[in-house]
């Protein structure tokens, strides 16, 4: 039997919207918010397991860029778990809230092109000149939700174009299986041959999800070869919030406000945007500009970067089960998010013990479907010419005015579509559809 739709309302079925002529600013959900009931009956193992691997990811390798950009800054140990500590909760709250409203896996993080872009900015500015422009994208963000500018700009993108640069961005978690597997095969090895077996006789597949089956692979070839490295130094184990009073200085403004703002609701935000419509949701695009911007202004208050809805994890987040029932996994991972942000100086130090094969390895394979389906929505049909450009210019690393390589590949991309491919824009046009 399908599932409850998660299709939002249209102009024309919303008689609030077709009173006024207008969208509403904030995208109403198309049925009333889950309840307890609803997700003890909606939740299971698959949910559960996608909500715990969206979790590993994020607090593993974006954990270590956070760790790496925040010591090479000067940042100390108290100021650097903060930040943890905030980009953790933002991310649990944000999550939890939007996907009990929208009964669909919405998931919030933070940006790390975001993250990578103040590494040069913290050699030269003062930490509080940083989080003042922290305070100021996350006003700029809520101010340009508030317009509904994001959202007819997320309309206008051809849905390939999209698709092409978050086949760009998801290509290394492909290829990390490789080198993961070529690098440490003691403990890749076993995960790849769980999550082969499992897929390949359903009856196995059935029983334990091959995501699932391939985490737990994973920690017992980590156990067994024991590649555990947990730092014998130890440290706090609750996290304590250390507000940084924000500077606001034009050097610091002028140089992180655009450029983190653009990452927000282009570069991440679209990127979610889009691997949830891949699955078949309709993420609320206003909505998500409006908590990225109100999460950005509370990470601020623990000098952390700005929130915002990310790919990856709304990828691992529906990368199994009935479409209808997978909030229930942005539920489990917003749960532990928070649990995370508690313990964060704990958890933090857990999760870098554990080898790098182990991460790369399970984040790989949890990817490969929406890297899959990337590829099919971007090279499949029209505006593929537009899409290649995307692709290209985005895996390029294209770098300009401290903006990421992803914008510049819809840019660009874009451009090029428009140019030689007219015919496949005046249907786009003619109909209203798009991306």
């Known amino acids: ?185 003691v403990v890749a090895g076993p995960m790849v041959l769980v999550f082969i077996l499992l897929a390949a006789i359903p009856a196995l597949g059935r029983w334990i999800p091959p995501v699932l089956g391939t985490l737990i692979a994973g920690i017992i070839a980590v156990a067994a070869s024991g590649q555990f490295a947990l730092d014998p130094a130890g440290g706090p184990i609750v996290a304590t919030p250390v507000f940084t009073a924000p500077e606001f200085t034009w050097a610091a403004q002028l140089e992180l406000v655009v450029p983190l703002a653009i990452t927000v609701l282009i570069v991440q935000n679209g990127q979610g945007v889009a691997v949830l419509r891949s699955a078949s949701h309709r993420p609320p695009v206003n909505a998500f500009a409006m908590a990225s911007g109100g999460f950005s202004i509370l990470n601020a208050c623990f000098g952390a970067v700005s929130a915002c809805v990310t790919g990856p994890t709304n990828a691992l987040l529906t990368s199994s089960g009935h479409k209808h029932r997978q909030y229930t996994a942005a539920l489990v991972y917003g749960f532990l998010s928070l649990v995370f942000a508690l313990f964060a100086p704990m958890l933090t130090r857990f999760m870098l013990a554990t080898p790098e094969a182990f991460v790369l390895a399970l984040g790989g394979i949890a990817m490969l479907r929406a890297l899959q389906q990337a590829f099919v929505t971007a090279f499949a049909t029209k505006f593929t010419m537009g899409a290649l450009v995307t692709f290209v210019v985005t895996i390029s690393g294209l770098d300009l005015f401290n903006i990421h390589a992803a914008f510049w590949g819809i840019v660009i991309g874009y451009g090029v579509s428009r140019l030689l491919e007219r015919k496949d824009h005046a249907p786009e046009e003619s109909t209203g559809s798009s991306c």
């Not at 559960?48 to 593993?60: D, H, K, Q, T, Y």
């Not at 101010?143 to 959202?151: I, N, P």
Request: glycine content about 10%; hydrophobic content about 50%.
């Open 1 to 185: 039997m399908p599932g409850p739709s998660n299709h939002l309302p249209t102009r024309e079925s919303d008689p609030a919207a077709a009173a006024t002529g207008r969208d509403p600013l904030l995208e109403r959900p198309a049925q009333r918010p889950a309840g307890i009931r609803d997700v003890i009956r909606d939740l299971g193992a698959p949910f559960a397991s996608n909500g715990v691997i969206g979790l590993i990811f994020s607090a593993s390798g974006p954990i270590a860029v956070t760790l790496a950009v925040g010591a090479a800054g000067g940042l100390s140990q108290a100021q650097m778990a903060s930040w943890v500590c905030g980009i953790f909760l933002s991310a649990g709250l944000a999550t939890i809230v939007m996907s009990l409203i929208y009964r669909q896996p919405l998931g919030f993080a933070w940006s790390i092109p975001g993250t990578v872009l103040l590494g040069p900015s913290l050699q030269h500015l003062s930490f509080a000149e940083v989080v003042g422009a922290f305070f100021t994208t996350g006003v700029l963000v809520l101010a340009l939700a508030a317009t509904g500018v994001v959202r007819r700009i997320m309309a206008g993108i051809p849905m390939p174009i999209v698709m092409a640069m978050v086949a760009a961005v998801f290509l290394r978690f492909g290829t990390d299986i490789v080198s993961s597997t070529q690098a440490n095969p």
